[in-house]
């Protein structure tokens, strides 16, 4: 009530800016006070220029043109090829690799770093994309939809990420 009452009345020469992945999810009485502008996706011209001028090269290159983001940068090479393993391992159902994966990314702590965690589903969701793409396998699109329902337990809710590393290779085991 008092974000929408600041929404109504905001202070004078103030200006917010909402960001959201997720604008169907906001209440109509935010969106009714507010002027929606969408931001395309970046030209992949654009972002080999950005990753030219920062000399951004090898897997973090490549990432940023598959998915758009720079997210990852401060991420290892290294990391990022774990946690690609690790995405490929849901898709392919090796279980055990997936628990191998997840207890060195968690790396002994009950929870994994959340950044890396959403590096993952990042990650996961362009492999899976991918895989998609080659041909129509069933199982895949039961794992879109897990994808899915974790994506927004991560987003949505507080929940622990090691109960939805466990969820996924369960239920992608199950796909």
């Not at 929404?7 to 969106?31: K, W």
């Not at 069933?138 to 794992?143: I, M």
Request: glycine share 2%.
């Amino acid at each position: 009530n008092a974000f929408l009452k600041t929404l109504e009345e905001p202070p004078p020469d103030t200006y917010f800016v909402l960001v959201t992945h997720a604008p169907n999810r906001l209440i109509s009485t935010i969106i009714s006070r507010c002027l929606t502008i969408r931001f395309p996706e970046l030209p992949k011209e654009k972002i080999e220029k950005v990753c030219e001028l920062e000399n951004i090269s090898g897997l973090h290159r490549e990432l940023a043109l598959k998915t758009g983001a720079f997210l990852f940068l401060s991420v290892s090479e290294e990391k990022l090829k774990e946690m690609a393993h690790l995405a490929d391992a849901v898709i392919k159902k090796r279980s055990l690799d997936l628990i191998f994966e997840v207890n060195r990314l968690t790396k002994g702590k009950k929870e994994p770093d959340k950044k890396n965690f959403h590096l993952f589903l990042l990650l996961l969701r362009e492999k899976l994309n991918e895989y998609l793409k080659k041909g129509t396998h069933p199982e895949l699109f039961k794992l879109h939809e897990v994808l899915s329902f974790v994506e927004e337990s991560v987003y949505n809710y507080n929940l622990s990420l090691r109960s939805l590393f466990e969820y996924l290779i369960v239920k992608g085991d199950l796909a």
